[in-house]
């Protein structure tokens, strides 16, 4: 990575939803070592507090707060918090998600609900939050986790999680389209990557389904960290609309 590039990580600040594992846990630490002061938000506060124990102990800029995306005014003080704390906010990386494998058949309408409040809502809700903070600045970046799932439907079992996914990009796309000249919106679409995810399916099936699919083809979730860092470190001038990136192995 040229100095060049690394510098336009420095000094940013980053929100991101989802900080207490998996690839927003990698994904903020990552930045933080890159010298971005990073703000994260999910429920469990107490491993969002070990986290930001770790990142400061290496010389990281943290905040954390606990944060249900499915409440619209957690999120935004979630955003307003990173704005009070280091005075602005660059980017916000739209990632807590929640992925339940089960046939539509199962009908677990609850599992719906939560995969559509989390993975869509909570997106929107996150929009709401950062928007009018970036229209006021003239600048600001949305990058949004989808997954390969939202490119091609994950059938049988991830019917819903597809669409949560096929929601994720079209919103984003649109995002951009409506917003676009100094604000950015990347897509990042990832495979199999090792994280919580994996744990997300109460269906016996779904499940033991998942473990070995997961088994066969994750990478580390560094993998996801490098292709957002590669879309932050770019000039105001450019937008990396999408990034997809799979494990080799993996055929879907
Ligand atoms: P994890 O389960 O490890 O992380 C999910 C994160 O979302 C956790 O930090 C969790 O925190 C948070 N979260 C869940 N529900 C809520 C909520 N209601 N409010 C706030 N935060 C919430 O999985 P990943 O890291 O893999 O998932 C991150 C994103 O990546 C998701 O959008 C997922 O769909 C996507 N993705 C993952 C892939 C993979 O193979 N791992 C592939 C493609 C996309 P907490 O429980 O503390 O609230």
Redesign the pocket.
Known sequence: MSSVLANNISGKVVVI?????????TTARHLASLGASVVL????ID??EAIAADIRTAGGKVAVQA????RPDEVKALVNLAQERFGKVDVVIN?????AIAPLAETRVDEWD?MI???VK?LLYGVAAALPIFQAQGSGHFIN?????GIKVFSPGGTV?SGT?FA?RAIAEGLRHEVGGKIRSTI?????????????SSDTQGAAFVKDF?QQN?IP?ES?ARAIAYAIEQPADVDINEIVLRPTVQEF
């Open positions: 939803t989802g900080g207490s594992s998996g690839l927003g846990e938000g999910a429920r469990r491993k969002l944060t249900d995306v499915t990632n807590a998600g929640l992925m939560r409040d989390i993975n909570g986790i989808s997954s390969v799932a999680y996914k994720v990042i679409s990832p495979g199999a990557v090792e994280s919580e995810l994996k744990y997300g997961y994750e979730s996801v």
